[in-house]
């Protein structure tokens, strides 16, 4: 009999690669989605498919009746910049939801609950980069402040009620299906208007660095946190490379033949200057890394989006 996961933002960008994996691993999967920036076109049809708000009563009842084996917890609000602007809704959605959740999956005794939590945006040049887990710097945006007080909230399930609880902090995810959402966004961004000939803006200096992790490899960092039974966390899951957002720009340009120059943008609020993740710890008890390049990462996005965005499999 196949084992049943309840992936939550399993139509968005990095929950439907990780139900294709789900799927090839011969999992039973039912995605859960608002549709709010994912796409169902994204599903694969081999998953059901509820459109449900996980603020909503509905996605905490279905778990609790469909007792799956795995819970992965992807569905949130992903923007820093709308995080700082609506605080409240952003706690809804990725604290207060999330909460309901563990609260369900503790009663439906699920065996693992994978969270996706935040490295890049509790990274900081105010720490050692590339940051650990133990010395990452306290969240200033509303976004990273939910994610962390959601880690410590699964802590005490996995303290206090037995729930399986592993939070993996991810570095800025791009790939195949990303929506131009939240700071990672800026290589959907990059890739769709450089393609199309658009002018392309530069927040800032274009001198701030993010730690880049293509998508495909943080499946693998979630299938592997799932896989492993004693795995915890938090996890870091990044490259432990800082790119700049100017650097960034000249290798998008490069691949799409874009010649122009940036505009110049107001730099972003509540983020980080710099970040980079060191993920020595999730190599070492989950034997886990990165396996993709930058420059292959961005040139398997730019060709996704070269392509229309159509879905690969």
Same mark, same amino acid.
Do not use: C, W
């Given at each position: 009999m196949a084992r049943l996961a309840v992936v939550t933002g399993g139509a968005g960008f990095i929950g439907s690669h990780l139900v294709d994996r789900l799927i090839q691993e011969d999992w039973s999967v039912v995605v859960i989605d608002n549709l709010s920036t994912g796409s169902k076109k994204n599903v694969n049809p081999a998953a059901k498919f509820l459109k449900i708000d996980i603020r909503k009563p509905a996605? +905490?009842?279905?778990?609790?009746?469909?007792?799956?084996?795995? /819970?992965? #917890?992807? +569905? =949130?609000?992903?923007?820093?910049?709308?995080? /700082? *602007?609506?605080?409240?809704?952003? =706690?809804? !959605?990725?604290? #207060?939801?999330?909460? #309901?959740?563990?609260?369900?999956? &503790?009663?439906? *005794?699920? *065996?693992?609950?994978i969270f996706a939590g935040t490295?890049? &945006?509790?990274?900081? $040049? *105010?720490?050692?980069?590339? !940051?650990? $887990? $133990? #010395?990452?710097?306290?969240? !200033?945006?509303?976004? +990273?402040?939910?994610?962390?007080?959601?880690? @410590?909230?699964?802590?005490?399930? @996995?303290?206090?009620?037995?729930?399986?609880?592993?939070?993996?902090?991810?570095?800025? /995810?791009?790939?195949?299906?990303?929506n131009p959402h939240g700071e990672a966004g800026v290589v959907a961004i990059f890739s769709k208007r450089m393609l199309k000939g658009e002018s392309?803006?530069?927040?800032?200096?274009?001198?701030?660095?993010?730690?880049?992790?293509?998508?495909?490899? /943080?499946?693998? &960092? %979630? %299938? =592997? =946190?799932q896989e492993v039974q004693k795995a915890e966390g938090p996890y870091h899951v990044g490259n432990g490379v800082e790119v700049s957002v100017n650097d960034l720009f000249k290798r998008i340009a490069k691949l799409t033949g874009y010649k122009k120059k940036p505009l110049k943008g107001p730099a972003d609020i509540g983020a980080p200057f710099r970040s980079s993740l060191d993920s020595s710890k999730i190599r070492k008890e989950l034997d886990w890394a990165a396996t993709t390049t930058l420059e292959e990462g961005l040139w398997l996005t730019v060709d996704w989006f070269r392509r229309g965005g159509n879905p690969t499999r």
């Open positions: 996605a +905490a009842k279905l778990i609790r009746k469909l007792k799956p084996q795995a /819970v992965f #917890h992807l +569905a =949130a609000q992903a923007s820093v910049p709308v995080s /700082v *602007k609506d605080p409240i809704g952003d =706690a809804e !959605t990725n604290l #207060h939801a999330t909460l #309901h959740l563990l609260d369900a999956a &503790a009663d439906a *005794k699920v *065996k693992r609950f490295g890049g &945006a509790l990274s900081s $040049e *105010k720490t050692r980069l590339p !940051t650990d $887990e $133990e #010395h990452a710097s306290e969240p !200033t945006s509303p976004y +990273a402040i939910a994610k962390v007080a959601s880690e @410590r909230y699964g802590a005490f399930y @996995r303290l206090s009620r037995g729930l399986p609880f592993v939070s993996l902090r991810f570095a800025n /995810v791009y790939g195949p299906r990303q392309v803006k530069v927040n800032g200096t274009g001198k701030q660095t993010r730690d880049y992790i293509y998508v495909g490899d /943080v499946v693998d &960092a %979630m %299938m =592997a =946190a």
